[in-house]
């Protein structure tokens, strides 16, 4: 049973950090692509981040390279976002996404597996 959890939203203050983390099980977490997504009320969701290696070169790509930051820790098959400089803009429900990484190293295209979401509020 393919399982992402993720976990470590909250509230903080404009200009706080948040780290995300989402826990998986039920594949083989080595070959997969990470992702980041995140959705606010009426918006569409947005990817933010993803990780994922081929030829045994990791690739990292960000929307908010300048605040947001993916890694991964294999052995214990978890992805992490490390969110500083938060904004109220970054107010969102934040998903963590598995895909085997043949089918893509980026944030375009689908994503097979999803999580439940974590929410993260930042007041002004």
């Known amino acids: 049973d393919v399982q992402l959890q993720a976990s470590g939203g909250g509230l903080v203050q404009a200009g706080g950090s948040l780290r995300l983390s989402c826990a998986t099980s039920g594949f083989t977490f080595d070959d997969y692509a990470m992702a980041w997504f995140r959705q606010a009320p009426g918006k569409e969701r947005e990817g933010v981040s993803c990780?994922?290696?081929?030829?045994?070169?990791?690739y990292r790509d960000s929307a908010m390279k300048d605040r947001f930051t993916i890694s991964s820790d294999n052995a214990k098959n978890t992805v992490y976002l490390q969110m500083n400089n938060l904004q109220p803009g970054d107010t969102a429900t934040y998903f963590c996404a598995a895909r085997p990484a043949l089918y893509g190293l980026g944030l375009s295209g689908p994503y097979d597996y999803w999580g439940q979401g974590t929410q993260v509020t930042v007041s002004s």
């Open positions: 990780i994922s290696r081929r030829d045994g070169t990791w």
